[in-house]
């Protein structure tokens, strides 16, 4: 390892200097929290409540920039004291094949980077989280979950990088045959995910109030969106907060509530919520986000071609035998720059969506009372934070703030 190779200082920067950029966005939050509560919750969030969100806010984000703090020292001293290159002469001491040996010592990484995490996850759901009244998870479901992940990317995921090593150390074209298997990878797995792999974290009952499915079905109809199945999700086993989402295609779209949902807010509320939720897939919401998505995972990899294949980038992490895995490994470190740029793009647009799905709710409930409703007391219900600064939301927010959501629609 060398100080006058260039991949060092671009990962050195990248890594420390997004670190830097997440310390300046907390502070900024942090100083930009009310101390009262904002004139247009009055009413609705009592003093007590908010300065319990304020807490709320205060404790995570300490503790977010101790976790990022703890985790970047920890990954730069292993970088330093030749960490990378110990697990990858290790890894080619099996005698194993190219690709063989790339699973092997990316799937070591994965699980490395998985346990880093670990003892922090572990945290902010038992303590943090169960501090606030948040969390339903038991240690048994906390470690299940993680067991199914990690089956899941062992048979999800190791076929397909076993094809993307294999391409790119054998392909010119490789990172356009590249894309289109991703592309096509995850076009299937969007599909076969809601009746494939949701089930295994979540248990998906039948909406059994009659009521409620029939106002849920004449809404559907009346905006013209046929579903197939309602459904309701044991959010709860997990957590006190509430959701609800679509899955499928055509007529075969299944309605997903969160039971935590149901339990918390009335009928007008929830019917709300899905003329939301319609609103995105009528203005075509998710097929904008996929283009996107799909156009950033082409980016990728056409910088990755160029990058992977200089033994620069391998010496620049102290791994002296080059190769396409660790090219991989160390190129995701590289791209996280990037990666954050698209991030801003993505949270954008999302945002403007937000405001757009808000308006076709507004619309089609013929008032905007049941969604104001809804968000003001999700918002009061989860501890948000009703005045993060622009800043943070900027960079973190994929929804706007509840101040602006409010705004617009009683505009």
């Not at 299937?188 to 009659?210: G, T």
Request: with cysteine.
């Amino acid at each position: 390892m060398t100080f006058s190779n260039p991949w060092l200082w671009i990962a050195l920067i990248s890594t420390i200097g997004l670190w830097k950029l997440e310390l300046l966005a907390t502070f900024l939050n942090m100083s930009a929290l009310s101390p009262k509560v904002p004139k247009r919750l009055e009413g609705t969030v009592t003093e007590e409540e908010h300065e319990r969100a304020l807490e709320y806010a205060r404790i995570s984000a300490r503790f977010g920039v101790l976790s990022d703090s703890i985790q970047l020292a920890v990954f730069l001293g292993f970088w330093f004291i030749g960490g990378f290159d110990w697990v990858d002469h290790w890894v080619r001491g099996f005698g194993l094949g190219e690709i063989q040996s790339g699973l092997v010592l990316l799937s070591i990484l994965f699980v490395a980077q998985g346990l880093l995490s670990l003892p922090f996850d572990w945290y902010d759901t038992f303590r943090i989280e169960a501090e606030f009244g948040f969390n339903k998870t038991t240690l048994g479901t906390f470690i299940m979950d993680r067991v199914k992940g990690l089956c899941l990317a062992a048979i999800l995921g190791l076929p397909l990088l076993a094809v993307l090593l294999h391409l790119f150390a054998s392909y010119p074209l490789a990172a356009l045959y590249a894309w289109l298997i991703v592309t096509a990878f995850s076009l299937v797995l969007s599909f076969l995910s809601p009746r494939l792999i949701l089930p295994l974290f979540f248990k998906f009952q039948p909406l059994e109030d009659a009521e409620l499915k029939a106002a849920i079905m004449e809404l559907s109809r009346k905006l013209d969106f046929p579903v197939g199945e309602v459904s309701v999700v044991d959010g709860s086993k997990r957590s006190t907060k509430a959701n609800a989402f679509f899955t499928g295609f055509g007529s075969a779209k299944r309605i997903a509530l969160f039971d935590t949902l149901m339990k918390n807010h009335s009928r007008e509320e929830i019917l709300a919520v899905l003329a939301h939720e319609i609103g995105h897939c009528k203005r075509r919401h998710v097929p904008k986000q996929l283009a996107l998505s799909i156009l950033s995972t082409g980016l990728m990899f056409a910088l990755m071609h160029f990058a992977i294949h200089d033994p620069r980038l391998c010496a620049a992490f102290g791994v002296m035998q080059p190769s396409v895995a660790c090219g991989f490994a160390f190129f995701g470190i590289l791209f996280q720059p990037v990666s954050t740029l698209i991030g801003l793009l993505g949270s954008w647009l999302s945002r403007k969506f937000e405001f757009e799905a808000d308006a076709y709710a507004k619309e089609a409930m013929a008032s905007p009372k049941p969604l104001v409703d809804a968000l003001t007391r999700l918002t009061r219900d989860h501890l948000g934070n009703p005045t993060p600064h622009p800043f943070y939301v900027t960079l973190h927010y994929s929804h706007p703030p509840i101040l602006q959501r409010l705004q617009a629609l009683e505009a």
